[in-house]
């Protein structure tokens, strides 16, 4: 069964670097997404990504914040200058088309540790 | 705006009774509404979904959740609890108004005892 493949599993770096997180959609979908989870908090909605472009974003998404599909596979989301409170689950996913728009397949996570 | 409530945090069962996880959620329009389920480990898995069909609606695993409007709920339930079903579960809220976002509940736990 196709999934959605996130690396690396947890990745830790000091406040102020660059980080890059990547993922892997399903290969014939067209909506991506990037969540996180704070740790004892909800999952968030950052970003959605269509057509080679943000579709929607959300207020924790700013300037800090940006994705990418690098090639036909890679979904990427880049901090730019991380800070502690960055530190959480980030999640990746995907969904097949419009139709189906909401049946979002989701990643294993990356947990992204700020020191 | 949209929200969903757990109402429970943690829920404990033994195995072979049933389950029942509490859901209610706020929406201004008419919403699609989810359970997914975290292994520990492992990735957000889609249990069940309703999406103004049947109101009463099947999942994975011998999940089921019924949609009350009357009530703003959405729980999910199962008659038999297995070991196997012991994770974390959220309940997620999604319409028009909210875009492709998916708005997520703060989670329940389920432990399952032999």
């Known amino acids: 069964e196709p999934e959605v493949t996130q690396t690396p599993s947890h990745q830790v770096t000091q406040m102020g670097q660059e980080v890059i997180l990547r993922c892997v959609p399903i290969s014939n979908h067209l909506y991506f997404y990037w969540y996180r989870q704070i740790l004892g908090q909800k999952v968030e909605f950052l970003v959605s990504f269509y057509n080679n472009e943000i579709s929607e974003k959300s207020e924790i998404f700013d300037d800090q914040f940006s994705v990418e599909r690098p090639d036909g596979s890679n979904f990427t989301l880049k901090i730019r200058s991380t800070k502690l409170e960055d530190s959480a689950m980030y999640f990746c996913?995907?969904?097949?088309?419009?139709?189906?728009?909401?049946?979002?397949?989701f990643g294993p996570g990356t947990r992204l540790t700020v020191t | 705006a949209q929200s969903v409530t757990q109402l429970d945090s943690h829920v404990s069962v033994s195995e072979g009774t049933p389950v029942l996880l509490r859901c209610n959620y706020s929406s201004s329009y008419s919403p699609s509404l989810f359970w997914y389920v975290q292994h520990p480990n492992k990735g957000l898995q889609l249990l069940l979904k309703y999406t103004s069909a049947a109101t009463l609606v099947k999942g994975i695993n011998g999940f089921e959740a019924e949609f009350k409007k009357s009530e703003t709920s959405f729980h999910l339930t199962k008659p038999s609890a297995h070991m196997s079903d012991a994770a974390e579960y959220f309940c997620v809220v999604s319409d028009r108004q909210a875009g492709t976002a998916l708005i997520f509940g703060k989670g329940t736990t389920l432990s399952v005892s032999s």
């Open positions: 996913a995907s969904s097949k088309d419009r139709e189906e728009v909401y049946e979002q397949y």
